[in-house]
Nanobody
Framework: QVQLVESGGGLVQPGGSLRLSCVAS????????LDWYRHAQGKQRELVAT???????NYADSVKGRFTISRDNTRQRVYLQMNTLKPDDTAVYYC?????????WGQGTPVTVSS
């Protein structure tokens, strides 16, 4: 059974940092491209960051220079380091693993940026 489980969300003040983690099981982790998405209330789901099996990364313009995606294939984890958080970053964050026709999702972890 495939599972992706996110953690690390919470309430943080503007300018603060959070590190999200997503642990995968039931897949050959190293061949999957990994994404972090977010879905804010009243907005469309947004692709935030991507990391390929080879470690190539890509970011949405809205988070470039503030967020960093990384992966640990040994531990089957993908991380999202979020710095200089803004209220607009408030959303539920989801990790995704995809390979060919496979696409798996976690249940999401909420992030609230507010003073």
């Amino acid at each position: 059974q495939v599972q992706l489980v996110e953690s690390g969300g919470g309430l943080v003040q503007p300018g603060g940092s959070l590190r999200l983690s997503c642990v995968a099981s039931g897949i050959i982790f190293g061949v999957h491209t990994l994404d972090w998405y977010r879905h804010a209330q009243g907005k469309q789901r947004e692709l935030v960051a991507t990391i390929t099996p080879g470690g190539i990364t890509n970011y949405a313009d809205s988070v470039k220079g503030r967020f960093t995606i990384s992966r640990d294939n040994t531990r089957q984890r993908v991380y999202l380091q979020m710095n200089t958080l803004k209220p607009d970053d408030t959303a539920v964050y989801y990790c995704s693993a995809r390979y060919r026709w496979e696409n798996y999702w976690g249940q999401g972890t909420p992030v609230t940026v507010s003073s």
